[in-house]
């Protein structure tokens, strides 16, 4: 055997924590915030401030296109408050096929490759319009909040 030394499973793990340990450097707890200055107070990040958008849409063709989404079993797909499930969320800004009212009404009507059927043959022009008048309406302070439609009429209704 060489004169070269032997290095032992223990050794090797002990330098790879210890790069570890350096490399990642934990996160140190952040100071609290100084609220007796206005401009460094604590933001409000309740779920009612967070990333709201602006609506001016029709907000009972909103509610209308909240029922046929639901009517329609579209939730079974895109979540039951259209977040996303196997089929992409509806709430977010950047879609795969573009955002613009007439793209939504193509995906819709036409259908997409992978799983996004064509309910051309199943809703009018004015029931897709609908929807996108709801899809427009999420994240915002328009947006409808029943989960359920009511049975007894058919029609949802605004709390």
């Given at each position: 055997?060489?004169?070269?030394?032997?290095?032992?499973?223990?050794?090797?793990?002990?330098?790879?924590?210890l790069?570890?340990?350096?490399?990642?450097?934990?996160?140190?707890?952040?100071?609290?915030?100084?609220?007796t200055?206005?401009?460094?107070?604590?933001?409000?990040?309740t779920v009612?401030?967070?990333?709201?958008?602006?609506?001016t849409?029709?907000?009972?063709?909103?509610?209308?296109?909240?029922?046929?989404?639901?009517?329609?079993?579209c939730?079974?797909?895109?979540?039951?408050?259209?977040?996303?499930?196997?089929?992409?969320s509806?709430?977010?800004?950047?879609?795969?096929?573009?955002?613009?009212?007439?793209l939504?009404?193509?995906?819709?009507?036409?259908?997409?490759?992978?799983?996004?059927?064509?309910?051309?043959?199943?809703?009018?022009?004015?029931?897709?319009?609908?929807?996108?008048?709801?899809?427009?309406?999420?994240?915002?302070?328009?947006?409808?909040?029943?989960?359920f439609w009511?049975?007894?009429?058919?029609?949802?209704?605004?709390?």
């Open positions: 055997m060489s004169s070269s030394r032997k290095v032992t499973a223990p050794a090797i793990c002990a330098a790879a924590l790069v570890l340990a350096v490399a990642c450097k934990g996160k140190e707890a952040a100071p609290p915030a100084d609220t200055h206005p401009s460094t107070a604590a933001v409000d990040t009612a401030q967070v990333a709201l958008r602006p609506f849409g029709d907000t009972a063709k909103a509610d209308a296109g909240r029922l046929i989404f639901l009517q329609k079993n939730y079974s797909c895109h979540g039951g408050l259209a977040g996303g499930a196997m089929g992409p509806l709430r977010d800004t950047t879609w795969k096929y573009g955002g613009a009212d007439s939504i009404f193509h995906s819709i009507h036409d259908g997409r490759p992978m799983g996004m059927p064509a309910w051309g043959n199943q809703l009018t022009t004015d029931q897709i319009d609908e929807l996108i008048v709801y899809i427009r309406s999420l994240r915002t302070t328009a947006e409808p909040q029943f989960f009511e049975t007894k009429d058919g029609v949802a209704k605004r709390s």
